[in-house]
């Protein structure tokens, strides 16, 4: 059950009884330390346990904050507190099994961690499992809160660049960095549903990305009912050093009438015949300043991602990183590895449960030869 506190009445005879709202975090890495921090900023809200396996990593995160717990089994930690908000940062191989443990404890609310799973069953299920047990679940895909991609989202909204033609992605890979480019591309293009994908994977290494198996380098086209088509390329050093000279890490939005250019340290809107705008990131992009190498714009964006969730709870409204949402940007990987893997365009919505990047190397699509380990 949650816990309570009792709070001083308006007469020294009375007393209310106040639910105590909770939230505990799973998983003590970089990421479960942005979540930690946005759930300590979050009015009305404690945070009162973080649960980790590994030996010393919750407890060196949980004294940093006062009074918060310290387990090294989630499970123990759920069962035992209860709390109403559960933050879920473990690897994507384990998340499914986590996020069900969380529903199975009684909470309300679930803020989990990107990628959201290793398979698009795995995705289907943790949402379909939250949805039938009322439970609010979110990703953190929190760049839809960053100034920078706001500012390009309002921009296109006031047709600043005309009609969207196409859109440019650029980064190191789709299971984690994909996440996002992906889910900005929808954002940019208001959630609009896409209609195909058509994708190529390389797999010339075996590379993994926080642990999780990712392509060597890709390339996916997926085309909009409204004739919109977006191409996005992956890839790093050594294979693929350079994707795009302008923007290695980021978005190009192609309008009738100019172009913009996102990505973390600034936005730039190019219009015809119109001087430039240029809007930087409020954030240091100063990584020697960076807390234990944390970008600070990620810290300020889960915060406020934390804190829509919540409103979003208390209100019934959809919350802006809703679990449909981030499906939907899962649904275009998991399209562009199994257009790979059947060498044929994919019409949405994806029919399918498996992972075609994982499920066609084990069949022998690709041989990939040494190990790249990495966190991008």
């Known amino acids: 059950m949650a816990l309570t506190t009792r709070t001083p009445a308006d007469t020294p005879e009375e007393t209310d009884l106040v639910t105590e709202r909770t939230a505990a975090v799973i998983a003590a890495g970089s990421q479960g330390r942005v979540h930690a921090r946005g759930w300590s900023s979050v009015a009305g809200v404690r945070l009162a346990a973080i649960a980790d396996p590994i030996a010393g990593a919750a407890a060196e995160l949980a004294g940093e904050y006062d009074g918060v717990a310290a387990y090294d089994d989630a499970t123990a930690m ?3 507190l209860r ?5 879920v940062c473990t690897p994507p191989s384990v998340r499914l099994d986590v996020v069900r443990a969380a529903i199975a404890a009684g909470a309300r609310a679930i803020h989990a961690e990107k990628p959201i799973a290793t398979s698009y069953g795995d995705a289907l299920a943790m949402v379909a499992e939250a949805q ?8 953190n895909l929190q760049r839809r809160f960053e100034p920078v991609h706001r500012f390009a989202r309002s921009r296109i909204v006031e047709g600043a660049i005309g009609d969207i033609v196409s859109i440019e992605g650029y980064c190191p890979n789709l299971p984690d960095w994909g996440t996002h480019i992906f889910d900005l591309i929808l954002f940019y293009l208001g959630d609009e549903a896409p209609e195909w994908v058509i994708g190529q994977v390389d797999v010339t290494v075996n590379r993994f990305v926080y642990g999780a198996f990712a392509e ?15 191409v996005v390329m992956t890839g790093r050093e050594p294979q693929t050093p350079v994707l795009n000279l302008a923007n290695n890490t980021g978005l190009i939005v192609q309008g009738t009438s100019g172009r913009i250019e996102s990505r973390g340290s600034r936005c730039l809107v190019q219009r015809f015949g119109a001087d430039d705008e240029l809007f930087p990131t409020p954030h240091s992009t100063d990584a020697s300043t960076w807390e234990r190498g944390i970008d600070p714009a990620i810290f300020a964006a889960t915060a406020e991602a934390i804190a829509d969730l919540v409103d979003a709870l208390d209100t019934g409204r959809e919350p802006v990183l809703s679990a449909r949402r981030g499906l939907a940007g899962a649904e275009l990987i998991f ?3 199994e257009s790979s893997r059947s ?6 919505p994806l029919d399918l449960t498996d992972n075609p990047l994982l499920d066609g190397l084990a069949q022998g699509f690709w041989a990939p030869t ?7």
Do not use: C
């Open 343 to 348: 060498r044929r365009r994919v019409i949405l």
């Open 216 to 230: 060597t380098s890709s390339l996916t086209q997926v085309k909009w009912p409204s004739n919109i088509n977006a």
């Open 370 to 376: 040494g190990e790249q380990r990495s966190t991008y």
């Open 132 to 139: 039938d047990a009322g439970v609010q679940l979110t990703f």
């Open 78 to 80: 759920l069962q035992e």
């Open 335 to 337: 399209a562009t590895y």
């Open 83 to 87: 709390p109403e908000f559960v933050s």
